[in-house]
């Protein structure tokens, strides 16, 4: 509903006040947009958010700027022969597309064409549901996702564990006694896989009420700086948790009722921990023995407790292992499934089920060509886009279309993808910027931003933390000639005769001339699901014309749902099934493991997320990105003093796989000794003109793709941890100036 609130003298159009929500990242934030005459005046909290409560940080409130970006792109590109680009219509750019494609399939087959999915589809309905049902009617197995690069063991271990891939237990913070917080930094990135609104708040509350919480991290990162923090080795979290377990279990302080009580196949859990050395884990994590013990004790005997870790464990080597070690400290300590523990959160449109009855969950159901991955929901890993690419044989990789990403700086070793990039038939980019990406694609289609059009947090809403639904429709008209994701998609789509979805019977009713909108697809889900209003069998139920007609989100509950197990299982038997081979198969992998760090690259380094980025994008707006920005390199004392670094040098960084300068260092103890953190996602390319002006040094250059370096069972990029060594460019600046 839109509330007129003043007239402007100089027009009798009203500003309008309009409530909906922020499409950036995983908090989903609540705002107000106030409107006139389609300009948006400006962005501000939703106070009466039932998850945000009257919090937005400032990448969201500035979107606006992104959306009037001048470099944005409003016409599809077209690449000319000598590399520049033109302004095509879209007709002519989506009948070329669509001929090109058919050519390729014709001789290659629809196995050889490919999807990349980026970070913004998660917050695009209609994208989504238009991606995966495109890959499903090709039957491609090139459907790739940026979750390969920094999560695709949760997809894994909630397949496993839990039945669904999108199944996912988020941390009860708001009630808990005890919150173990690894490798995440929710005071700047507000939270992934949690939905939890006001985070650092809803932390704060935590020791307010005489809790604890306790940040793993090498860095004494903005979170750990207002809790206790454990310093801990990069990649040490798969050492610790077992360590933890081991502990917990050697000392009778598992919950054993609840293990019986809730899972199956709980033995896996002793004969897992029987080899652990809590010496060699001490070594490994870099964490005293004793206080293991403490931790392990404490998150034990706690009233209740959530175990809570992100990137800093999931984009490692062992980060599957990691994460089921992680949700079986949760188990084990009767903390599954309880208020304050680890709970599993109530989506108004229930996408799980969904998922789940469309077949399109699932772990190993096939292996990738060339590194033999095991599919994760559906989808290949990003490290082996070049060989795809570049290995003949049927099905190789020929054509591409990445949709809202830049996986040419976001994916390891991005200089061999941009590389193989070269060497593709055809290359197509959904994208609103010229990236380092998309100034590579033969076409540019560039696509509405989340303020131009109908959504609905689809993603989130399964980590909500207060359970809420909502439902918006365009906040301002699309600019210049740009349309949606899912309807460029679509059209693609019936240029290569198929329909872009994946349920029985959707192409049959295609060749009928009948394709079902991602909308319409939804508001079935939503009316014939748990909250839905049964197409008027239940007046009080939720529909999309409901939500879009209602002024803001509506509250569904006041908290996590508890008990609720049983029902939210997908699993035969309704338990949580604990042993499964693969998870046998990496403890013993991270035992033979070697943590010892290399000679010649005797330093770590972890990737770092800044308040005002996201990744790689937002990069290109004032508000966010001043002009004299520095990317810094972050050095403990000792480090510094060892390798002859001083406060603001200019720092080369090598790895095994490349070298980049960054521009200054920054001494401080906030460093574990023998760490390093850059902050990731910069060293532009392309049209963008700040993000490139602002410099900086891509990350990816010094990381790589190999496949024994992933995380071998869910093919999970390794981008933390990363073996460097590092030099002073202070004298070569001195001399060039
Ligand atoms: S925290 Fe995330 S969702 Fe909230 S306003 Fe900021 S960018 Fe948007």
Redesign the pocket.
Known sequence: MIAPIMNNKRSSSPRIDKKI?????????G?VATIKDDDLIKLR?DPDHPN?KG???????A?GAVRDDSDRVLHPLKRTDDGSFVAVSWEQALDEIGERLNAIIKVHGRESIGLYQGNSVAWNFGAFLNLFGMAGALKTKHLYSAASIDINGYWLVSQLLYGSNFLNPVPDIARTDFMLCIGANPVVS??SMANIGR?RDTMLGVTARGGRVVVIDPRRSETAELFEHLPIRPNGDAWLLAAMLKVIFDEGLADLAALQRQTSGSEIITDLLAPVSLAQASDAAGIPVADIQQLARDFAAAPSACAYGRCGMSIGPFATLSKYLLDVLNIATGNLDREGGWCFARPFIDLEALMHQLKSTGYDRWRTRVDGFPEVAGTAPVVSIPREITTPGKGQLRAMMVIGANPATSSPAAGELRDAFKQLDLLISQDIYITETSRMADYILPPTTWLEREGFPIFTQSHSGVPHAQWVGPTLKARGDVRDDAWIMDEISKRIGIVPADFPGAQLLGKLGLRPSPSFLMDVGLRTGPEGDWFGLRPSGLSRKKLLNNDGAIKLANGLPTGVLNKRMFTKDKKVNLDHAVFRTEMARLLASSFAQDENYPLSLISQRELRS?NTWLHNISKLVVADRVQRLRIHPTDAARYGIEEGDPVEISSPYGQIRVPEARISDEMMPGSLALPHGWGHEGGWQRAVAVGGAGYNQLTTNRADSADLPSGNATVNGISVRIRSLRDVVEMAS
């Open positions: 929500f922020c499409g950036v990242c995983e908090s989903s934030c705002l909290p945000s919090f937005a940080c400032s990448k969201g409130l979107f507000h939270g985070f996201q």
